[in-house]
């Protein structure tokens, strides 16, 4: 399509044409890149581009702005956010009286005020755990083939509170009992 073309937007000062390319050299003219359209079409549609980088880098940052924003608020907020604990855990370790912990003993854990009962073991460590407790006061028991069975009352749990109940015990009978109480 060989037609004419013709700069579309006004400007003060020459313009020439370079012979065979079809381009229009512009002295003088605003900064920016112009679009040349055949002869006939609108002298609106000849307005000066808008700098892409300049626009990408404006819609960039604009994003960027709000990216962190967005993120600030979440991590401000989180602790806000997360669910909130209501109940509580008991752990410790059963050893005897010469420090030496005990494997596979029973610990039941006992809340004094429903009588819901807990019971765990502990691991080769001596040490057991009972997460997901009400808050109360609670008996712990533990019990094991060749030590006296001892207790500790009174162990007040409350939200969220992670108590730590070491356990010691005593050489001799089962059926003999220790009872500890706490003040």
């Known amino acids: 399509m060989d037609e004419p073309i013709r700069p579309l937007v006004p400007f003060i000062g020459s313009a020439t044409l370079v012979p065979k390319i079809s381009i229009f050299l512009i002295d003088e003219a605003r900064s920016g890149e112009y679009r040349y359209l055949p002869i006939g079409h609108s002298v609106w549609e000849a307005r000066p581009k808008p700098s892409t ?3 990408w880098e404006v819609r960039m940052r604009r994003k960027t702005l709000i990216a962190v924003f967005i993120i600030g608020w979440l991590l ?5 956010l997360r669910a909130q604990r209501t109940e509580g855990t008991i752990s410790g370790t059963v050893s005897d009286s010469s420090g030496a912990v005990i494997p596979n003993a029973q610990v039941m854990i006992t809340n004094q005020q429903t009588g819901s009962k807990r019971t765990v073991t502990t691991n080769e460590s001596g040490f057991y755990t ?8 609670y008996t712990i028991t533990v019990k094991v083939a060749g030590f006296k069975t001892t ?3 009174g162990i007040l749990l409350h939200v969220a509170d992670e ?7 005593e050489v001799g009978a089962p059926s003999e009992t220790i009872e ?4």
Do not use: E
Request: charged share 5%.
């Open 151 to 153: 207790s500790k009352a």
């Open 180 to 183: 500890v109480t706490a003040a």
């Open 76 to 80: 401000s907020g989180a602790p806000a």
């Open 163 to 169: 108590l730590v109940v070491p356990m010691v015990l």
């Open 130 to 137: 009972a997460t997901a407790l009400d808050p109360g006061s």
């Open 53 to 55: 980088s300049l626009w």
